[in-house]
């Protein structure tokens, strides 16, 4: 799934590396790291307990690491209308009504567009 995923949007990114895959019964845990044309980088973390409930974290850092955005559903944000699944952007704390890995690329496919765009239309 998640090279499938990568392919789709091969046109943002630059490279990728998967930094774990483990399965151990019905759970897994994953982590990848995934560099973009912008020199942008997502680290991704994800996680299937064996009980079905699963724990995520996308966070999105530009080439500098400042943080850009991150995604996760650590339940530590009750009062955001989609708890537990929430956005840190801009210092603050937002719904999120993305949680899989193809909807966070979304997202940054169309940031990058922009800023691709837009640095074109300045030269």
Do not use: C
């Amino acid at each position: 799934m998640f090279y499938k995923t990568i392919e789709e949007f091969s046109d943002i990114v630059a490279s990728f590396s998967v930094l774990e895959h483990k399965r151990y019964g019905s759970g897994m845990s994953f982590a990848a790291k995934v560099r973009f044309v912008n020199e942008s980088v997502l680290h991704i973390r994800d996680y299937l307990f064996l009980d079905g409930r699963r724990k995520y974290s996308y966070h999105w850092q530009d080439v500098e690491g400042n943080l850009i955005s991150r995604w996760d559903n650590s339940p530590h944000h009750k009062e955001v209308p989609t708890y537990p699944h929430h956005r840190h952007i801009s210092g603050e704390i937002t719904e999120s009504h993305e949680w899989t890995l193809r909807d966070i690329l979304k997202v940054i496919s169309d940031r990058i567009g922009i800023s691709e765009k837009k640095n074109k239309n300045d030269s």
